[in-house]
């Protein structure tokens, strides 16, 4: 196994005086799922944040596929490979569901490439292609969500991060989801980084996982070695 | 007759309204920005033509070809390294560089200009058209087809272009957009560019129509103002809709009553439809 595509090395990140990341460090290897899971507020969001550029660290290093990437804005780390499915969706809701997954291709590296992702983007929601003319503002949940997958397989990702896609939907439409992002992980060889409150069914998918209390790291393992103890020690810090 | 004729008029006056309204509306809309400065952005689109006519030896309309790409890059310029750098510190300092901007430019066009009044002349500014006992001017005709054309333009760019998705996208939620990578500082500047290049289309459009002083700036701002909030903030249909029904109102209203009827209307849409007719 070569190097793995991302690496965050002790990174550190706040808003104003408070701390929301503390030397947090995890990798992900090629065509990896791993979990990231806590309670609300150990800091999951900043770190994806603060990865995917759209929030700055204070200090520490994020490598993709061995380049710093850390000080990067948010369009130049798309640009590379890395995107994010961010939390509540964040549809274009005035746009078109077409438009919005046009916008998915912006990059000029996805750009020349948009017709046929296209395509397998509705191969794999055929839903979408149905409704493709709507506003994506009139759409339920769930099919807000796909949207929001869609505009990001658009960009032809390396590396995606789900920031809990599981959020207000029903358990059938959960389980559905989870069931295009293995798809999307075994046939692109997509490396996925799940970013969840809903424990159960992240550990399930994803083949390793970190644990996230008060802006550290205070567990990781495999998915299927995990110790329901300690796992449950770590995840309320009794 | 003289209903049909009034309605033609006003037609005809309603799409300049609505130019300058358009670029107003899309920094309302994208950069989230009241710029207290489209007025004497209008101005000096109105002043460049003044100048460059003379100068370049062509018909005042032609001054476009120069005038609209220069104030193009102005408004880029001036969006991303001064607008955008105060923007970072919240809205209130961004609105008040836009006022500084405008009192700023006013004075700059005093010193150059005088506060003379300005008229920028064409061979058909009095030249009208008979059609049965309706008529016509030919001046309206070319200033209705120059709006027209720019705001249908825009709207297109805006609706089939990557740049235009990408301007869309980022007036819709802004850290979304720079995850499907988009520079979002860049589409404001490019934002704030087609503004600027909107005002040098109406600027020349209101100096073929009517005297201009650098002092002018305001009172095309007011106008500016009502369109963009009869039409709904951002919405550049609206603006059009907006800027006719204003045109109506203005020619209806004649000198005495125009504005009275204006600003009635005006205080109606607020009423009935707080967000304006295309609000959302």
């Known amino acids: ?238 | 007759m003289y209903i049909i004729q009034t309605i033609i008029n006003g037609l005809l006056l309603g799409g300049v309204y609505a130019l300058l309204g358009v670029g107003m509306t899309m920094i309302f809309g994208i950069v989230k920005l009241t710029n207290l400065a489209h007025g004497e952005f209008i101005v000096l689109g109105a002043y460049l033509s003044v100048v460059l006519a003379p100068m370049l030896g062509i018909d005042p309309v032609l001054t476009l070809f120069v005038s609209v790409p220069l104030m193009f890059l102005a408004g880029f310029l001036l969006q991303y390294f001064l607008i955008g750098k105060a923007m970072k510190k919240g809205n209130e300092p961004a609105l008040l560089v836009t006022f500084g901007l405008s009192i700023i430019l006013q004075d700059v066009m005093l010193l150059i200009f005088s506060a003379d009044a300005q008229h920028i002349n064409t061979s058909y500014a009095v030249a009208s058209i008979r059609i049965g006992e309706l008529e016509i001017s030919v001046l309206n005709i070319v200033l209705f087809i120059i709006s027209i054309s720019a705001i249908t333009a825009l709207s297109a760019f805006l609706k089939y272009t990557h740049t235009g998705r990408a301007i869309r996208a980022t007036a819709d939620d802004t850290d979304a957009a720079a995850l499907t990578g988009v520079s979002v500082k860049k589409v404001y500047a490019i934002a704030m560019g087609i503004s600027m290049a909107s005002a040098a289309l109406a600027g020349l459009c209101v100096g073929m129509k009517w005297t201009f002083y650098p002092s002018s700036g305001g009172s095309y701002l007011l106008i500016a103002f009502v369109v963009v909030v009869i039409g709904g903030l951002g919405s550049v249909p609206g603006t059009l809709i907006a800027g006719i029904l204003f045109g109506m109102a203005q020619v209806i209203g004649g000198a005495n009553y125009g504005l009275l009827i204006s600003y009635i209307m005006l205080l109606i849409v607020l009423i009935v439809k707080p967000k304006g007719i295309f609000g959302k």
């Open chain 1, 1 to 238: 196994m070569s190097e793995p595509i991302l690496q965050v090395q002790e990174l550190n990140a706040g808003y104003g005086d408070f701390s929301a990341l503390e030397q947090a460090s995890f990798s992900v290897d090629h065509g990896q799922i791993i979990t990231l899971i806590g309670l609300n507020g150990a800091g999951k969001t900043t770190l994806v944040k603060t990865i995917a550029g759209l929030h700055k660290p204070t200090s520490g290093k994020v490598l993709f596929m061995g380049e710093d990437i850390t000080r990067l804005s948010a369009e130049k780390i798309v640009s590379r490979g890395l995107s994010m499915v961010p939390q509540g969706s964040r549809c274009f809701n005035r746009m078109s569901v077409h438009d919005n997954l046009l916008m998915g291709s912006f990059p000029k590296s996805a750009r020349k490439h948009a017709k046929e992702t296209l395509r397998h983007v509705y191969e794999l929601f055929p839903v979408l292609e149905e409704m493709k003319k709507r506003p994506a503002g009139t759409l339920s949940g769930g099919e807000r969500q796909m949207v929001a997958i869609g505009r990001a397989l658009m960009a032809r990702p390396k590396c995606l991060i789900f920031d809990e896609i599981s959020l207000g939907l029903s358990p059938a439409i959960i389980k559905d989801i989870y069931k295009r992002i293995i798809q999307i992980n075994e046939n692109d060889k997509t490396s996925v980084i799940l970013i969840e409150q809903d424990t159960q069914r992240a550990l399930r998918t994803a083949d390793s996982f970190y644990v996230m209390l008060k802006g550290k790291m205070v567990l990781s393992g495999k998915s299927n070695e995990v110790d329901a103890e300690m796992l449950k020690k770590a995840y309320f810090g009794i």
